[in-house]
């Protein structure tokens, strides 16, 4: 079969279900025939700037239509999308342009300028107002932000060509879309993902979800430079026929808001999202019958999150369920999951996709590890990414293959394959932590932690000690929702349910309460930044 790319794949969709709704932003609708329309004129607009096959644009935008419509145009005429968060200081964005050799950059129309000032002279500049024909008072407000037009090329005022050759991929694993990945040190990586891969994505997810398609409405509030986002809220949902419910930046009351009039029925989120509309009151009701199942990446989920989720499923009469799922940007997001239908396991993220292959090996021999060992997870298939860019050293210790020609993604992950083949994930091999020579993981403490309801999130890591070698600290966040504790509740809480839970080796030696977890630009927990925090 010949390679496709993304637009193409989306391109049979609307071909099968013209009429059948597509997206859902506000009050905003757009079928699949407005839906491809408005890809190509994207894709005439996008051309009429000079972009051509393979050249690399630089994307600084929140989920919206125009979002949507400029990806896929990218797609339609052959060029690779860099999606990068939109809050990105601007000359750090320019250095991450110049390290791919991108000549263009989208970004919001209030900071195109700012943007442009830190750009070189030989660098395009587009403003987009998501709100153009959406909202007029919305989309003159971001208009009036920004009013400072300098260098910039208005998006909406761009003539389109009428025509546009609509590119095909010449080799099946050739780059579609830059994602940048990393942890809480050193610059961000750029994973390499391509056509295949995310089709791969699109073209085996739909039966996560299972049911009739024209029920199914994605909430889209994981943003698209996160590949959760990208791949699992945005190109399954088109791949299949399902509508994607775009949520601009989330907040509780526009989410609940989508979820009343229907069209939120399943939910793809962070922990931090679950945990955002279960603090709130106005989140419970009888509305919730309507909805139809629920996952959650992107971050160590604790049980006591999905056991409050699904008891407010269950009291409302919906059989939806919040499941586990696992995966990388290095994996085009999810490779494996948990599913209704009894194909799943408490404790568990699940079983692998189609096609994507699990093993565990020992980080030390590297050799395969028996059922229930513990090792470092790797991952291959047609999913993972085709390496990063331009590091070939990195590539060689992180793609590597068998004797079967078989390419392995080694993911720094700590976990176990029991049994049954479910994968169990524990945490990156990194956080673990040595204290009085005992390994342990700080998302033990996490979960218990987490389990509070008082508490909206923990982050636990090891500091040296010079009698234990290492221990533990804690980083609490206060829910604040509509019943928030004080910090002294909180304190005692976490105190005795560590204490009731855990061995003493796990008792944190500080407990740090912070308004919100501080986190780096891809969205990490960022440790180096809380000096001069209140602790206790």
């Known amino acids: 079969m010949a390679p496709k790319s993304i637009y193409e794949q989306v391109a049979e969709t609307i071909k099968k279900t013209p009429f059948a709704k597509a997206i859902v932003f506000e009050k905003k609708k757009y079928n699949y025939h407005q839906f491809g329309r408005e890809i190509l004129k994207a894709a005439g607009r996008l051309a009429a700037l000079g972009i051509k096959p393979r050249d690399v644009v630089t994307v600084l935008l929140p989920n919206s239509p125009d979002s949507v419509f400029i990806f896929y145009g990218l797609s339609a005429i052959g060029a690779i999308a860099y999606n990068i968060h939109p809050l990105t200081p601007a000359p750090t964005v320019a250095k991450m342009m110049k390290r791919v050799n991108s000549k263009y950059l989208i970004s919001l129309i209030n900071t195109a300028h700012t943007n442009w000032e830190s750009m070189p002279n030989d660098v395009k500049v587009i403003g987009v107002n998501p709100y153009i024909g959406i909202s007029f008072f919305k989309a003159s407000y971001l208009n009036y932000l920004g009013r400072n037009t300098e260098g910039v090329i208005k998006y909406w005022k761009i003539k389109g060509l009428p025509t ?34 995310m089709n791969h994505v699109g073209a085996n997810s739909y039966q996560l979800i299972g049911g009739k398609v024209s029920d199914i409405g994605i909430m889209t509030a994981v943003p698209m430079f996160h590949v959760l986002g990208l791949g699992m809220a945005i190109h399954v949902p088109f791949s299949a026929g399902a509508s994607a419910c775009l949520i601009l930046k989330f907040n509780t009351k526009e989410a609940i808001n989508q979820m009343k009039r229907g069209n939120a029925t399943v939910i793809i989120g962070v922990p931090a999202l679950y945990n955002a509309l279960l603090s709130r009151d106005k989140f419970y009701g009888p509305h919730l019958k309507k909805q139809i199942v629920a996952y959650l990446g992107g971050d160590y989920c604790p049980m006591s999150l999905i056991e409050r989720w699904n008891a407010a499923m269950e009291k409302y009469g919906s059989k939806a369920r919040l499941f586990v799922g696992y995966g990388l940007t290095e994996t085009s997001t999810a490779c494996n999951v948990n599913t209704l ?19 565990i090996i020992d980080p030390d021999t590297g050799e395969e590890c028996p059922p229930n060992k513990y090792g470092e997870i790797l991952i291959g298939g047609p999913s993972i990414m085709s390496g990063y860019f331009d590091d070939d050293k990195l590539n060689e210790k992180t793609l590597t293959k068998d004797k079967e020609g078989n390419t392995w993604l080694h993911t720094m992950d700590y976990g176990c394959i029991d049994e049954d083949g479910y994968l169990h994930f524990k945490q990156r091999l990194r956080r673990i932590v040595k204290i009085n020579a005992e390994t342990l993981c700080p998302s033990d403490v996490e979960e218990v932690v987490n389990s509070l309801p008082g508490i909206y999130e923990s982050y636990c890591y090891g500091v040296p000690n010079n009698r234990k070698g290492n221990v533990f600290r804690l980083l609490a966040v206060i829910r604040r929702g509509d019943h928030p504790w004080s910090e002294e509740e909180a304190e005692k809480a976490i105190k005795e349910a560590i204490k009731k839970s855990l061995p003493p080796a796990y008792f944190p030696d500080k407990i740090v309460f912070m308004k919100k977890l501080p986190r780096t630009p891809l969205g990490k927990v960022d440790i180096s930044s809380i000096e001069g925090a209140k602790t206790h």
């Open 341 to 359: 239908g009894g194909r799943n396991k408490y404790g568990t993220v699940g079983k692998p996709l189609p096609e994507v292959l699990n093993k």
């Open 164 to 197: 546009v050759p609509l590119y095909s991929p010449k080799e099946e694993r050739e780059d579609a879309v830059y994602l940048n990945t990393g942890g809480t040190n050193g610059e961000p990586k750029v994973v390499r993902i391509s056509n295949e891969s």
